[in-house]
């Protein structure tokens, strides 16, 4: 199930939308502190006003902040050629395919965008050689002011004769859903809104589905609960979305036990005659579960069963005939697959098919032959074939890096995925058991610049402050001198668990030929090593992930990839905590800083609708002991006066569901009025936009662009100074 309330954030995804020039820097922001007592702790606030962004003087500081910050970055005279060398390498590949879905009819669906185009398109073809038709054109669906459509998510039926799929505007995420007949290309009428990913999920009918839908807010209703009492419901195509039954969620059945802040979902499979409930508890990962008939749903007969609560560690599972599979933690902190009976579920004694390994299981998937898992170990992910009843196998890959698993049904043996490594872009593959091959697919054309053979990345394991080995990803031309002077961009994230895969944009392609480093730091908080890795960055232990960053940081200076004047700092969403305390713990550290749509202010995150659901990860100021973790991690608390801190690009984004803007706001504040360096505080503000997700191409080159040209000019390369 996908788990839509997440802090995270893509790299390289926001750009801001400017109405006009400001060449002045803007008047600093009026200091109007209220003050806060956690648990006799007097906490000083100096920019709450700012969490009303309906007030105009908000609004009006906002623009002036978004203007300078623009005035300022076209000032940058090697930033049109950056932007020019990006387009170049980005659109040079015909096509970018992600997400693709294969039905029982043969055909194969995906989304695709075309060099030159800005958002992906949905996109079918009659097998994986078939002649493609295009689907779904999100153009139709452009708002009222321009703002740019995106397909958040979609599902097929199972014989792929209809796709519902989710259609949000200007970033927002919150959209509507609409299902599309293939055959005629045409849609069947009815529009869900409400639908943040939604969840959707095909009866074996194929004429209706389980959907997951946001409460509607009442005049006296609280924006806080947005995103709290969800429920899910049946649709048939061609019906009224009014007339849909509920079937899952708080108050609907005396046998399932949901909170308000609890998002639920229902899952079926072909093949099954159960349905799964899925209740997710916030962005925490451990999940809880329950089974029904599936034609009980939405009549009176319907009973739910639990299968297991989130102490049995379960993040995942999949469905075959009247098996699941769990991927679970459980006496397993690099998690381990198990299977009980949906029948009658014993999860206590179920069976491992899967055992713990050196490496993380990550995924488990269902098809018609066997399990298939994906393990990342040592930064190299792989997949393990489990045949049902034998043991397990690893596939033979054509390439070392990071795998994504599209998916796969019980009905069709084998699996599609894509691999990518730093320093190659994704391909396509099909593992055929019969042939116990691996084939390449066409999906993906090759573009002239993804395979660069003057390209190298290496993976060490850096010591932190208490000693504990950090992995650490940089990559670089072949030739670069070891000698300090080299541009680099330290990149971390480190929350949920998440790990940081291998990846490759061609875009980046500009920064390498510049001489720049990029290097990913692996820091506790993340999964790279387990549950264990990341409850180590996590609440209490939070301190670790920065600490860890600095340690990253402290290496690429000794030995010498670059030094502090020429070392930037760089993180978004979540990471944004990551960012914001790296540099307020070691600002002499860096040159520059980028925290994306960041969590800057966590002690306030209660007071917006997605803070609630964070909590799990964070912790709660209703509680001592969450009050001293939420302090610890705050950024803008921890700003401290005539400090000389680096140069700081914050972003934010006015319809980003996930870090409310007021969060880099206040921070893009309070840093403004406290540092002594001299050095520039910007605040990027996207008025057409979001968190990130359903970001435009364009968007994300221009984004690059600012990027790395703000770097490149706080590093002092020659080519990208402004005139005095």
Known sequence: MTRCRLLAAALFVFVPTWAGAQTTAPAPAPVNPVTDDYFGIKVVDPYRYMENLDDPAVQQWLKSQADYTRSQLDRIPGRTQMLEDIKKYVNAVPATVRDVNRSFGGRYFYLKTLSGQSLAKLYVRQGIDGKESLLVDTDQFVGPKGEPAAINSYAPSNDGRFVAYTVSQGGAEIGSVRIRDVDSGKDSGEVIDRIWEGGISWRPDNQSFFYNRMQKLGPQTSQLELEQRSKVYLHVVGQSPDQDPVVFGIGVSPDVQIAPEDMPFVGVQPGSDYAVGVIEHGVQNENTLYVALATSLGTAN??????????????????????????????????????????????????????????????????????????????????????????????????????????????????????????????????????????????????????????????????????????????????????????????????????????????????????????????????????????????????????????????????????????????????????????????????????????????????????????????????????????????????????????????????????????????????????SSGKPIFLRVEYAGGHGIGASRIQREEESADVFSFFLWRFGNPDFQPAP
């Open 302 to 675: 319907a009973r739910w069963t639990k299968i297991c609560d989130t102490d049995a560690g379960v993040t995942d599972f999949t469905i075959q005939g009247s098996n699941i599979y769990l991927l679970t933690h459980n006496d397993a902190p690099r998690f381990k697959i198990v299977q009980t009976s949906l029948a009658h579920p014993d999860v206590p004694n179920a069976q491992t098919v899967l055992p713990q390994g050196q490496g993380v299981v990550r995924g488990v998937s269902a098809a018609a032959d066997a399990l298939y898992a994906t393990v990342l170990d040592g930064g190299v992910s792989h997949v393990m074939r489990v045949p049902y009843g034998q043991s397990p196998q690893q596939l033979k890959l054509p390439l070392e890096g990071d795998i994504g698993v599209f998916g796969s049904d019980p009905r069709l043996s084998g699996i599609v995925f894509s691999l990518t490594s730093w320093t190659q872009a994704d391909s396509i593959f099909e593992f055929d058991p019969l042939s116990n091959e691996v084939k390449p697919t066409d999906l993906q054309p090759i573009g002239p610049y993804d395979r660069p053979d003057d390209l190298t990345s290496v993976e060490v394991k850096v010591p932190s402050y208490d000693g504990t080995e950090v992995p650490l990803s940089i990559i670089y031309k072949k030739g670069t001198k070891l000698d300090g002077s080299n541009p680099t961009i330290l990149y971390a994230y480190g929350a949920y668990g998440i790990t940081i895969d291998a990846f490759f944009g061609p875009g980046f392609l500009s920064w390498y030929e510049r001489g720049g480093v990029f290097a990913v730091a692996h820091v506790r908080g993340g999964g790279e090593y387990g549950e264990e890795w990341h409850k180590a960055g996590f609440k209490l232990t939070k301190p670790n992930t920065w600490r860890d960053v600095i340690a990253c940081g402290q290496y690429l200076i000794d030995q010498k990839y670059t030094s502090p004047p020429h070392l930037g700092v760089q993180g978004g969403s979540a990471g944004g905590i990551t960012v914001g305390r790296t540099i307020t713990e070691r600002p002499e550290m860096f040159a520059a800083a980028v925290p994306e749509v960041g969590v800057m202010n966590p002690l306030r995150c209660e007071t917006y609708p997605n803070g609630v659901p964070n909590v799990p990860e964070f912790g709660s100021v209703k509680t001592q002991e969450g009050f001293e973790d939420l302090f610890a991690m705050d950024s803008y608390h921890h700003v401290r006066d005539g400090v000389a801190y680096p140069a700081v690009m914050l972003t934010a984004g006015i319809h980003d569901p996930r870090v409310t803007p007021w969060m880099p706001a206040k921070m893009a504040a309070r840093l403004q009025a406290a540092t």
